[in-house]
Every structure is written in C-alpha cells, then in structure tokens.
C-alpha cells in the first residue's frame, strides 16, 4: 500500500501563493495517478487537480489558470502550486494516489486558510 504525506499548509492572504508537497512511500512503489482534492467546511471534497504517469493533467474549472499540478522525475512526490489565491479556496487539502491495479492511498490532509 502507498503511503502519503502531505506538507506546506498555511495561512495566506488573498492573492498570494502557496505550495503544497505529497511524498509517496510504499513497496513496491508504482503510481499511475497522484491528485489533490480539497473539502471545505460543510461541502463534499472535490478534486481540485491531477496528474498521470504520462504528465497528461487534469483542473477544475474553478481553479484552472491558477493552480499548477507537477511532480518529481520519480513521480513519488507531487505539487501543487497555488497563485492568486481566494478566500474560497480555503479548505483541507489532500493528496491521493492510485495504483496500475485501482488501489488508492488518501493523505492525511493539510489545512490551506486563505484570510486577510
């Protein structure tokens, strides 16, 4: 099973920039899909973007233009940078992974508070 750990949360004002990091470990260690979804206060989570093994990637209307999904050359550890940020997009961030065989792995999650 994959293991996923997320870091680079904080407090940021509106319309600053903030990264966020996931770093995969597990045995053995091979990910077809890495995303990032995000669940705020009293809403259902949503996928917010994602990236394949073949760097194909995937954002949500609501974040496209401003968030960039990438990854390392070993495709363990994903990003996800985050430009122009809106109150609304204060949330709990996770980072999710997929295996060739369907299996997927959920971070813990890292809270992302955007606030003047």
């Known amino acids: 099973q994959v293991q996923l750990v997320e870091s680079g949360g904080g407090l940021v004002r509106p319309g600053g920039s903030l990264t966020v990091s996931c770093a995969a470990s597990?045995?053995?260690?091979?990910?077809?899909?890495m995303g990032w979804y995000r669940q705020a206060p009293g809403k259902e989570r949503e996928l917010v973007a994602s990236?394949?093994?073949?760097?194909?990637?995937y954002y949500s209307d609501s974040v496209k233009g401003r968030f960039t999904i990438s990854r390392d050359s070993a495709g363990t550890t994903v990003y996800l940078q985050m430009n122009s940020l809106k109150p609304e997009d204060t949330a709990v961030y996770y980072c999710?992974?997929?295996?060739?065989?369907?299996?997927?792995?959920w971070g813990q999650g890292t809270q992302v508070t955007v606030s003047s």
């Open positions: 990236i394949i093994r073949s760097g194909n990637t």
């Open positions: 597990g045995s053995p260690l091979v990910i077809n899909r």
């Open positions: 999710s992974a997929t295996t060739p065989s369907g299996i997927g792995s």
